[in-house]
């Protein structure tokens, strides 16, 4: 099974601070995606990820994905009360996405 | 202008009991799917269409049958409800499997 590990799995924050989530796998992959779910709704696509190294910039967000196209992460800079939320990483595999576990971000004002 | 839209967002019913969610996109999109969230926020597919052809379709049990009446539409049905299928069911839709957009969910209990 061709399993994404997030890290941490909780994280609880002050607004201001910057921090860092990870997602993790052992074989190589073509695609990821990165969502953000809120409470009482349903996944929404932040960004999409493609080429070893590449990184993209989503306001205070910067998506990276590793050299080997084996993991990303995800850096807020700055957080605020409105980046709290579930991070969602997943990737491709035939036809479909396999997700990750997620990373459930409190930022406390 | 809702994107992707589920009916009911909330559903509570009894064991044995049959009951349908429906779904229904506006984005043109080619694909649509099924995703169970369990308690533990873990995102599991449990079917996908693409033009009224399912191309998806996990180790689910036979009680839960998907319905694409037209490319817009898919439905989820479930038969023999039971405690276990408790959770919240997403519909999604997408033009690949890599880009996909969520409906709000419908949580379900069963009890």
């Known amino acids: 099974t061709q399993l994404l590990e997030q890290s941490p799995q909780f994280l609880s924050i002050q607004e201001g601070e910057n921090l860092t989530v990870y997602c993790n796998s052992s074989s190589v992959f073509s695609s990821l995606q990165w969502y953000r779910q809120e409470p009482g709704e349903g996944p929404v696509l932040l960004v999409t990820?493609?080429?070893g190294g590449e990184v993209k910039k989503l306001k205070r967000l910067t998506f990276q994905f590793g050299d080997a196209r084996k993991d990303s992460s995800l850096h807020i800079t700055a957080a605020q009360p409105g980046d709290t939320g579930l991070y969602l990483c997943?990737?491709?595999?035939?036809?479909?996405?396999?997700w990750g576990a997620g990373t459930k971000l409190i930022i406390k004002p | 202008d809702t994107a992707v839209s589920q009916t009911p967002k909330y559903l509570v019913t009894q064991m044995g009991n049959d009951k349908s969610i429906k779904c229904e996109q506006n984005l043109g999109h080619d694909t649509m799917y099924w995703y169970k969230q369990d308690s533990k926020k873990f995102l599991k597919i449990m079917f996908s269409y693409n033009n009224k052809e399912l191309i998806i379709n996990e180790t689910v049990p036979n009680r839960f049958s998907p319905k694409s009446p037209d490319k817009a539409h898919l439905n989820l049905h479930i038969n023999s409800l039971e405690l276990g299928d408790s959770a919240v069911y997403f519909c999604a839709s997408g033009t690949n499997a890599y880009e996909q957009y969520f409906g709000p969910g419908t949580r379900l209990t069963v009890t």
């Open positions: 997943a990737r491709d595999s035939n036809y479909q996405l396999i």
């Open positions: 990820v493609v080429t």
